[in-house]
């Protein structure tokens, strides 16, 4: 799975749904006028732009970040400087959430505005190659800029929404004749929002990918990061319900899904063949020759998730690790 490839299926998604938006505009301007249309769009780039800006002051607040430097903790830092370096981005941030849930994540508005996080829970459950290869994954995420990517999708769920409910429930103040074809429009828009909302996770699950394949071109191995992704899930699963709860509006940042875990370990256990708590290169390999047999019940999770199904993550990984050796 090439990197251009990736990229053309996350700018096809923005080109889909505004094109989808587009039809609805026409629809909604023949029956409502412009006007209305237009106050619908600036109110939802107007929470998009506030969103923007104060997003990440929010997560420093909710995840409890407290940035460090190279005297604080050196090894974390010199390994985000040196991948940072090998992306050829400018320098992040570090820094620390103070957070049980082992895991890790990437935000900022623009390039030279990222940081890159990892929690309390992460620094004693990874061994250094593991911990790197998290932290390409997140530092890839900086140098492909898909949260922009991101931020551009979700605008348009956002106004399909504000149509929906602006016809759906506020139809009793229009003329009677005006009445049915509002619903209309409403239906659509709602039918329509939901389709959108899809194609959003669907975007956010591909980033995943792209960060995926973005770590190991800066030198991570496949092995590494499917340690630590089972590491992780690992982690998650022994992670009570009310630390969950704390960061389920933010879950999507983060390199995995910990709400997901509990049904994941099931998975990834029968990975690791000689019950070491890790997945080596030689067990990955094993994994590229095998096809995997995925549930209805667990296509149908995955599609409401923002992230990837993680066995046919590592199995995408494993590929990578096959390549490698030969």
């Known amino acids: 799975?090439?990197?251009?490839?990736?990229?053309?299926?996350?700018?096809?998604?923005?080109?889909?749904?505004?094109?989808?938006?587009?039809?609805?505009?026409?629809?909604?301007?023949?029956?409502?006028?412009?006007?209305?249309?237009?106050?619908?769009?600036?109110?939802?780039?107007l929470m998009m732009f506030i969103q923007y800006m104060v997003g990440p002051r929010l997560i420093e607040w909710q995840m409890r970040i407290k940035?460090?430097?190279?005297?604080?903790?050196?090894?974390?830092?010199?390994?985000?400087?040196?991948?940072?370096?090998?992306?050829?981005?400018?320098?992040?941030?570090?820094g620390i959430a103070d957070i049980g849930i082992p895991n890790a994540f990437a935000f900022g508005r623009w390039r030279k505005d990222g940081r890159v996080c990892v929690t309390s829970g992460i620094m004693n459950l990874l061994n250094e190659d593991e911990l790197r290869a998290v932290l390409g994954h997140?530092?890839?995420?900086?140098?492909?800029?898909?949260?922009?990517?991101?931020?551009?999708?979700?605008?348009?769920?956002?106004?399909?929404?504000?149509?929906?409910v602006s016809n759906l429930y506020y139809r009793s103040y229009r003329k009677r004749g005006e009445g049915n074809s509002a619903v209309l429009i409403g239906i659509a828009a709602m039918l329509f929002y939901f389709i959108t909302n899809l194609l959003?996770?669907?975007?956010?699950?591909?980033?995943?990918?792209?960060?995926?394949?973005?770590?190991?071109?800066?030198?991570?191995?496949?092995?590494?990061?499917?340690?630590?992704?089972?590491?992780?899930v690992y982690g998650s699963a022994r992670t009570d319900k009310e630390s969950l709860k704390q960061v389920e509006g933010l879950k999507a940042f983060f390199i995995n899904d910990p709400?997901?875990?509990?049904?994941?370990?099931?998975?990834?256990?029968?990975?690791?063949?000689?019950?070491?708590?890790?997945?080596?290169a030689d067990e990955l390999f094993v994994l590229s020759s095998k096809k995997l047999n995925i549930g209805f019940a667990e296509r149908l999770l995955e599609v409401m998730s923002t992230h990837p199904n993680m066995l046919?993550?590592?199995?995408?990984?494993?590929?990578?690790?096959?390549?490698s050796n030969k």
């Open 67 to 94: 940035y460090v430097s190279d005297k604080d903790y050196p090894e974390l830092y010199s390994m985000v400087k040196a991948l940072a370096s090998d992306a050829q981005i400018a320098m992040p941030r570090v």
């Open 138 to 164: 997140e530092i890839s995420h900086l140098k492909n800029r898909d949260v922009l990517t991101i931020t551009l999708l979700s605008v348009i769920p956002i106004v399909l929404y504000h149509i929906a």
């Open 259 to 280: 709400s997901c875990a509990l049904n994941e370990i099931k998975e990834l256990r029968q990975l690791d063949l000689d019950k070491s708590g890790t997945i080596d």
């Open 312 to 323: 046919k993550r590592i199995k995408l990984l494993s590929s990578y690790n096959a390549l």
């Open 1 to 45: 799975m090439s990197i251009l490839w990736l990229k053309l299926r996350m700018w096809l998604l923005v080109a889909i749904l505004f094109t989808i938006v587009y039809g609805l505009i026409v629809t909604v301007c023949a029956s409502l006028g412009i006007i209305n249309f237009w106050v619908y769009l600036l109110i939802a780039l």
């Open 200 to 232: 959003v996770l669907y975007a956010s699950r591909i980033r995943e990918y792209f960060a995926d394949k973005g770590a190991i071109s800066l030198g991570c191995a496949p092995s590494n990061l499917a340690s630590a992704l089972y590491k992780l």
